[in-house]
């Protein structure tokens, strides 16, 4: 048995809102269904891929019960940059949620905002 190609799937209130939020980072849409109003859309960006899902049709398909509110998940994403990629998130349609500190004593900067559906997005840079 072999396992091959993971994806983390965020449930979402509006598929093509929150694509295009990831797609300022730079991950890319690799499935879309259906083509208008889709329910699901799959994006990746080196090697990691990227599920956006409507809970209501998880649902009624899978029999799933999806959380909508609180802190789900956490996708971290690293950069070169923190304070650009913060600035990047906020104009994408994130919302602040902690400015870029100094976290481990400095070795790292971090930065916090949220999805246009509440999910937070970390940024780290390392700093030294």
Not at 38 to 67: D, Q, R, T, Y
Not at 86 to 91: K, S
Not at 97 to 105: I, K, M, Q, T, V
Request: hydrophobic share 45%; glycine share 10%.
């Amino acid at each position: 048995m072999r396992f091959t190609d993971p994806q983390v799937i965020l449930f979402v209130g509006d598929c093509e809102r929150a694509a295009r939020f990831y797609a300022a980072f730079g991950f890319a849409e690799t499935f879309r269904s259906p083509d208008d109003a889709p329910v699901k859309i799959e994006m990746a960006m080196g090697g990691f891929a990227l599920g956006l899902a409507l809970p209501g049709p998880a649902a009624e398909s899978h029999g799933l019960s999806p959380v909508t509110t609180g802190d789900r998940a956490c996708l971290t994403l690293w950069t070169d940059n923190v304070e650009a990629a913060y600035g990047l998130a906020v104009d994408a349609g994130g919302t602040a949620r902690r400015a870029p500190h100094p976290f481990r004593d400095g070795i790292l900067s971090v930065a916090f905002v949220d999805d246009p559906d509440g999910h937070p997005v970390q940024l780290v840079q390392r700093v030294r």
